[in-house]
């Protein structure tokens, strides 16, 4: 039984024993060494943080943009882009501005208030005055404020979960000699540390590391030297724009010029000039990056993921590891009643609202009794809730006579209940312990060892119960002295969450690779991992893991699915290495013992409720509801987000080509100018709603949670994407094309061109928004897609065509003549012929990007699919063994 081992039976921890420091010699340690506090590192201040972020290229981007326009006179882009920007800053701001709150959540963790001797008088002082060689005075409920070895303790035990994910309080013992090699986790330790919990007991000890020095110390100093992922989606965004923007920039100066110099006319010229840079500034990237990443954070709030870094929305989809802590993760942190078993054989698994049958009320009951009154140990508490549960078992009407506390040569405790006269004793302890009081015959022995090695093999923890009869109240120097008869075993687990055999299945189902990082004993995490449906593999312990070099660890990774016995700075040597070999890893974890792997990884995801603010802040998304399902439909709308950032990415690059070739056409020709600013202004009010709307607003692809995780490779802007999307470009802008020259070539004045020209073209590009808004389904089956966002847009494209037909003052601004309803049906034909062109020329490109595609190795692959445009086309890994 834990804590077995760090009692002291019976001792009092005597007020005058120790002297400690002097107060002088205690304010001489503390210039010495400094205070227990991490070192502040160097803080970034908000004005700091909002310069760094004026910095980058994408916001710098949207910034000159808006000044361009501004410039131009065209006042309503600009106030769009500026605003656009404005909001990106204030939100890096405030979320860059959390970040810097790590260090200061781990500091106050780890300068608690302290109880120390000095000058032989007990004095209460900041955590932060404690220093080397000061003696701590801990009780139950004191958070430690120092690593330190123990001189006397009386049944201590620590609650060490922050440092090692160990799932129960932890047994102290006084230390024989000597300041050696010492980590948390483990009975039988005389060291304690800063940041721990004192769960039981109490306990004297002297102060050996404070501040940086102390283990948690060590965490925040590899915490605070990590850096997190760069968001790859903005980096490829700038650096798309930063081309397209030369590109565009050095065409439009050459029309300008060569306009000028052929023509005469250099106002037109700069005029034609800006509205081919307007056509071929896709502007609309970085707006679309930053709406679908802040309403992506928005819809994956509501499945109670809170998201604190934008990289993370971008990086989930092609998540290839899910590293996850055990403790209060994967189980819900708390022991409850699992098994029980009576001396003749009959088991019983406990299972929730099931009636418990009457023989094993006794053993219930039994073990309850055996417990402390005012339960403090988890396991106890968990035997009083039992026993409450049963309603059958009466509540005891008896007083406590007399208590035998455990021993370290006998890991057993018993109570003495005085009821009208008969004294009942209550033990409970180690199976061993209670064996030897039973005195139990071989054959009853070996029964019992059976029955106890199939609870632990399943990693839960057993204790023996068993009574006895006291003849009188003269008490036993020993419970060996009491003639025991054994009542059975109770098996005690933390039970998992119910939530997650299900998201671990569909996270298996989306090619994810669940692994499990803890520090608990090996056993105990092979259990649950087995019970949670994480895929057989290796279990690959702290001890093992130290003595590979990172090539061993490498090759390891491949067949290991539970670390158990874990150090931090091994959870963060497991993540680096698992990102080495080329894989996304998402960490979740709620210790301070988690947060620098919760930092180093792709997304650390950490818990809301029972992690700590270190974890928190360290993290890049957090579960507000610690269930380990919302991590799965984090994955899917992440997968969402991303699929739906590169179907408008798709429609953008679509959508300038015609407009792109339409301001050109006229001049290559010697014709009329078609399109001025203004009209390109007026598009780009159809194309900004559309891609920030449309497209963010589309629901997931089927299969979303059937293909394998995207190749971390993978760009974004795709080549098969931008083939294809210029191909759609190329084919609306023949259509437009053939229609100017017939039209030209009939006489049509130049007004009624330019009208009949900007409708035709705002049909198609409807036409291209319905073929984007799905990379595989049939275009029934896109049309019968459910978009509130696209009816608006429709119908605000509906009004403004209207406005423009209907209102002179309209068409003199934009230099439109009156058309026919003939030619605007013409132009509505031309939408709905693109439309079927594109959706009939689908298969065939999906076809040809398949047999272009890269293929991985034909024996890890069983079956593959390519969607458009130019997305997953990786094919499906073949299950190993580690999966």
Request: overall charge negative; aromatic content about 4%.
């Amino acid at each position: 039984m834990k804590g077995a081992k760090g009692a002291k039976a019976g001792t009092m921890i005597e007020p005058g024993k120790f002297t400690g420091l002097t107060a002088v010699a205690a304010g001489e340690r503390l210039v010495a060494d400094g205070p227990n506090e991490l070192p502040r590192a160097g803080r970034r201040s908000a004005l700091r943080i909002v310069l760094e972020v004026l910095r980058e290229p994408m916001l710098a981007l949207l910034l000159v943009g808006g000044v361009a326009y501004l410039l131009l006179g065209d006042l309503t882009e600009a106030l769009i882009l500026l605003g656009f920007a404005t909001f990106s800053v204030a939100v890096t701001v405030i979320q860059e501005t959390r970040t810097e709150h790590v260090l200061e959540a781990l500091r106050d963790l780890s300068s608690p208030r302290a109880l120390v001797i000095r000058d032989g008088a007990r004095v209460r002082v900041a955590g932060r005055e404690v220093v080397r060689d000061d003696l701590l005075v801990l009780e139950q409920g004191d958070r430690i404020a120092a690593d330190a070895v123990l001189v006397d303790a009386n049944d201590l035990q620590t609650d060490e979960s922050l440092l090692t994910g160990e799932s129960l309080p932890v047994g102290k013992i006084v230390a024989d000699a000597g300041d050696g090699t010492h980590r948390p986790g483990g009975d039988g330790q005389p060291f304690v540390y800063a940041g721990s919990l004192v769960a039981r007991g109490s306990g004297i000890a002297r102060v050996l590391a404070t501040g940086p020095h102390s283990e948690i110390g060590r965490i925040g100093q590899s915490l605070a030297t990590l850096d997190t992922e760069a968001p790859r989606l903005r980096r490829e965004t700038t650096r798309i724009v930063t081309w397209c923007a030369i590109g565009g920039g050095a065409i439009a100066l050459l029309v300008v010029l060569l306009y000028g110099l052929l023509r005469g006319g250099w106002i037109e010229a700069v005029l034609a000039g800006i509205a081919i840079g307007m056509s071929m500034l896709p502007e609309e990237f970085p707006v679309v990056l930053t709406v679908f990443l802040a309403m992506g954070a928005w819809r994956i709030g509501k499945v109670g993921v809170l998201t604190r870094r934008a990289a993370a929305i971008e990086t989930l989809g092609s998540a290839t590891i899910l590293c996850t802590d055990k403790t209060g993760t994967l189980t819900e942190n708390r022991m409850s009643l699992a098994e029980l078993w009576l001396p003749s054989g009959t088991t019983l698994a406990l299972k929730a609202d099931a009636a418990v049958p009457d023989a094993f009320h006794n053993l219930i009951a039994t073990a309850a009794l055996a417990s402390a009154a005012t339960p403090s140990d988890p396991m106890e508490i968990a035997l009083h809730e039992a026993r409450i549960a049963v309603p059958a078992i009466s509540p005891p009407a008896s007083t406590l006579a007399h208590a035998y506390a455990l021993r370290p040569d006998l890991l057993a405790m018993s109570n003495i209940w005085d009821d009208s006269g008969t004294l009942t004793i209550a033990a409970k302890g180690a199976p061993e312990a209670i064996a030897s009081l039973c005195h139990l015959a071989p054959e009853a022995l070996a029964a019992m060892t059976v029955a106890v090695e199939a609870l632990a093999v399943r990693g839960i923890r057993v204790l023996a119960v068993a009574t006895a009869t006291a003849p009188d109240r003269h008490w036993a120097k020993s419970q060996h002295d009491y003639d025991f008869t054994l009542a059975g075993l109770v098996g005690l687990a933390d039970p998992l969450r119910p939530s997650v055999v299900a998201a671990i299945a569909e996270c298996r189902s989306a090619g994810i690779r669940v692994v499990m990082i803890t520090g608990d004993y090996a056993a105990t995490a092979r259990s649950i991992a087995t019970q949670a449906g994480i895929a057989e593999g290796d279990v690959l312990t702290g001890a093992d893991l130290a003595a590979l070099d990172d090539a061993q660890l490498a090759e390891r990774l491949k067949t290991v699915t539970v670390f158990a016995r874990i150090m931090p700075e091994q959870k963060l040597r497991i993540v680096q290495a698992f990102k080495a070999d080329g894989e996304i890893v998402a960490m979740t974890g709620d210790g301070v013992n988690d947060a620098p792997s919760l930092k180093a990884a792709h997304i650390g995801i950490a818990m809301g409720k029972r992690g700590t603010d270190v974890a928190r802040e360290a993290s890049a998304m957090v579960l507000l509801d610690d269930d380990f399902g919302s991590i799965v439909q984090s994955v899917r709308l992440g997968r969402r987000i991303y699929d739906n950032i590169r179907k408008a990415m798709a429609f953008i690059f679509a959508v300038h080509v015609p407009i792109a070739g339409l301001a050109l056409l006229p001049l290559v020709f010697g014709l009329p100018i078609l399109f001025g600013p203004i009209h390109i202004a007026l598009l780009e009010m159809v194309i900004d709603p559309v891609c920030a709307l449309v497209f963010e607003a589309e629901r997931d692809e089927d299969d979303i949670m059937r293909r394998p995780p995207r190749d971390p490779a993978e760009s974004l802007f795709s080549l098969p994407m931008i083939v294809w999307s210029v191909f759609q470009g190329f084919i609306a802008f023949g259509m437009l094309s053939t229609l100017f020259f017939v039209e030209t070539k009939a006489g049509m004045p130049d007004t009624e061109l330019r009208a009949l020209i900007f409708f035709a073209l705002v049909a198609e590009i409807i036409a291209l928004i319905l073929v984007n808004r799905s990379f595989s389904a049939s275009l029934g089956e896109a049309l019968g897609r459910h978009n509130a966002a696209l009816r608006y847009v429709l119908v605000a494209i509906a009004s403004v065509t209207a406005l423009v037909l209907f209102l002179p003052q309209a068409q003199t601004l934009l230099g439109f003549g009156s058309i026919a309803w003939s030619d605007m049906a013409l132009a509505a034909g031309l939408g709905v012929v693109l439309l079927i062109v594109l959706e009939a020329c689908k298969p065939l490109v999906r076809h040809l990007t398949t047999r272009a595609s890269p293929r991985r190795p034909a024996d890890d692959v069983v079956s593959g699919r390519t969607l458009l445009p130019g997305i997953v086309v990786q094919a499906l890994p073949r299950q190993r063994n580690d999966q």
